[in-house]
């Protein structure tokens, strides 16, 4: 959706509020007491009541929106500058776009628009042919604490990235290439094989064929997952076997460094989140606003 449109959709609040009912609709209401999905609309109170034991649920309750003061205007006027330009945007910059007042209202609002994509995203598992790999991503860190280089620098964050490749085959030539899905990265605390493992059971099918480099730390794969195929790291197998888990770390760090600069390590797994909810969804066009939407209406809580 671009900007005129949403303007023509979405004039004022009372067109959000109706707007974001039908998307709960579309997901379920669920009664927080009794855990029924029956429900029957107040239109004066603006809530759902359960026809089992009378407990009402408002609009934002169980969504990301609860205890928010926020508007549900400036909600989908957040949400339209996030899923419009695949770059992201700043908070300082949507703060001065939406006129608002405090900095930390926008921040935390769009926090929580990241962490829904990051709950969406991971509903889903990769399948199929996957390549595995792991980026080093630059973190912010106090000047104050002494640093050390190489492998498991402070300076630096590991990231397992995950991308769902689909072998093709030009039938003409005979020519093979890689087509790829769907992306999926995880902020790694540590270097030890069993926290990647964890990783690949939670995120990738079990029937899976996974290609990585011969790191010593992938050795134990293998039990998770149909075929482990390790190759040498080398500019070729970067080109070839790993392709597309090196373009998406390229374009994660060329798209965060260039909007954000340094990320916290603790909030890094967020805006990674936001980069691959953008990245999975990349051919949906003006549909991706009303995904976000749909995702944000979900009762996560």
Not at 55 to 77: C, I, V
Request: glycine share 4%; proline share 1%; net charge positive.
């Amino acid at each position: 959706m671009n900007i005129l449109e949403f303007i023509k959709e979405f004039p004022d609040e009372i067109s959000c509020k109706a707007h974001f009912k039908v998307q709960r609709e579309h997901e379920g209401v669920v009664c927080k007491k009794c855990k029924c999905s029956k429900h029957y609309w107040l239109k004066a109170k603006w809530q759902w009541q359960c026809s089992n034991c009378n407990f009402r649920t408002t609009l934002r309750s169980g969504t990301m929106m609860e205890h928010s003061n926020m508007t549900f205007h400036k909600w989908y006027l957040a949400m339209l500058f996030m899923s419009f330009s695949k770059k992201g945007m700043s908070a300082l910059e949507l703060q001065r776009q939406l006129n608002h007042s405090r900095y930390e209202s926008i921040w935390f609002m769009m926090q929580k628009i990241r962490k829904t994509m990051g709950k969406r995203d991971n509903m889903y598992t990769l399948e199929g042919a996957v390549e595995f790999d792991e980026g080093y991503f630059e973190k912010a860190t106090s000047e104050k604490v002494k640093l050390k280089r190489g492998r498991g620098s402070q300076r630096q964050a590991n990231v397992a990235v995950m991308a769902e490749s689909t072998p093709l085959e030009d039938i003409e030539t005979g020519k093979t290439s890689n087509h790829c899905r769907y992306f999926k990265m995880k902020v790694l605390t540590t270097h030890q094989g069993k926290e990647i493992e964890d990783t690949i059971e939670k995120n990738i099918d079990e029937k899976s064929i996974i290609f990585s480099d011969k790191s010593t730390s992938y050795i134990d794969i293998a039990k998770y997952v149909e075929t482990h195929i390790m190759v040498k790291s080398t500019k070729e197998t970067t080109k070839t076997t790993l392709k597309w888990v090196h373009i998406a770390i390229s374009n994660a760090k060329r798209t965060l460094l260039g909007m954000y600069h340094k990320i916290k390590g603790k909030y890094l797994q967020l805006y990674l989140d936001e980069f691959c909810y953008k990245l999975n969804r990349r051919y949906f066009g003006n549909k991706l606003f009303d995904r976000l939407t749909l995702a944000l209406a979900k009762s996560y809580w």
